[in-house]
């Protein structure tokens, strides 16, 4: 009774960090008020939340008068949730993300980047699994690494560092230059819902010398059978969503992140990556054009 059709309404997606005030109150943890107020996919009365709803009469007057589609982030002082890097993996950090190089690996949740589904649905588009592990970002020059970070910080050559030893695991060719990313998973990241023996790398992403990205299958080729590592799974190529309205396309994206699991496991998988299959750069992000679905099947570890 709160909502009529046609209302204006504030939305809070999942995996945001909400401040502590007046309309956040209700959801503030009454056994634990300390702790941060984080949005997570839960199910309430047997239907799936992906976000919370507030009405506009919990703000100031000015934002009766904003049209649809504004975004209040910074207004409310909303902030994006950031996985923790694990204490086993922390190590010891050199610097700063190398932002002038390399693009964070964030990707957009489509569900609240519709413009960006728009773009991406209007070509023949390549579906691969979302691997829950730690962000790994490896820029090489000529065969040899020259920086290795986690999703926000280059890390530190050491003995015990984990990301740089996954990196030296692989068969890098002397005349390679470019940017590999992906995800280090494996014992001891994310309670290894994979159930692998040992830490590997998943690539999802590989920046050319020219500033270009490799699509799916020129990727599988290099790191197959040049580097020796894995990329992430491969779930459907060519898809196409000719005649589909931008709802029904993302109903069946939805319903097709639901059924991911992790290769022999049983174990619900992170959900979906969704790219056009020539992998194009996004002029917004400098990362290939592209958006992640999540599992409402998966339980975060």
Request: charged share 25%; net charge neutral.
């Amino acid at each position: 009774g709160i909502h009529k059709e046609g209302d204006k309404v504030v939305f809070i997606v999942i995996d945001s960090i909400v401040p502590k005030c007046l309309w956040s109150e209700f959801l503030i943890d009454k056994k634990n008020p300390d702790k941060q107020i984080r949005l997570k996919m839960i199910k309430l009365r047997g239907e799936h939340s992906a976000g919370v709803v507030i009405p506009l009469g919990m703000f100031p007057l000015e934002f009766q008068n904003f049209e649809v589609g504004k975004d209040v982030t910074d207004l409310l002082g909303v902030q994006k949730y950031i996985k923790e890097l694990p204490a086993n993996l922390a190590g010891e950090n050199v610097g700063d993300f190398p932002s002038h190089l390399a693009s964070k690996t964030d990707e957009d949740n489509g569900l609240s980047h519709l413009n960006i589904v728009e773009e991406v649905i209007k070509h023949p588009v390549t579906i691969t699994q979302k691997i829950d592990g730690s962000s790994i970002t490896i820029i090489v020059d000529n065969g040899e690494i020259k920086e290795v970070c986690s999703r926000n910080l280059s890390k530190k050559d050491t003995p015990n560092s984990a990301f740089w030893h996954a990196a030296r695991k692989l068969n890098l060719l002397s005349g390679f230059s470019g940017v590999i990313q992906g995800e280090l998973a494996g014992n001891g990241i994310q309670k290894n819902p994979l159930r692998l023996e040992d830490k590997e790398i998943f690539v999802f992403q590989i920046k050319k010398q020219d500033g270009t990205y490799m699509n799916y299958r020129e990727m599988q080729g290099l790191c197959n059978v040049e580097f020796g590592c894995k990329v992430v799974p491969l779930v459907a190529e060519d898809v196409t969503f000719t005649g589909a309205t931008l709802e029904e396309a993302l109903n069946k994206l939805q319903e097709l992140a639901d059924q991911q699991i992790y290769f022999q496991t049983t174990n619900a998988a992170e959900g979906i990556v969704v790219r056009p299959k020539d992998y194009p750069k996004s002029f917004e992000s400098r990362r290939p054009l592209g958006f992640k679905i999540l599992n409402r099947n998966y339980k975060e570890n």
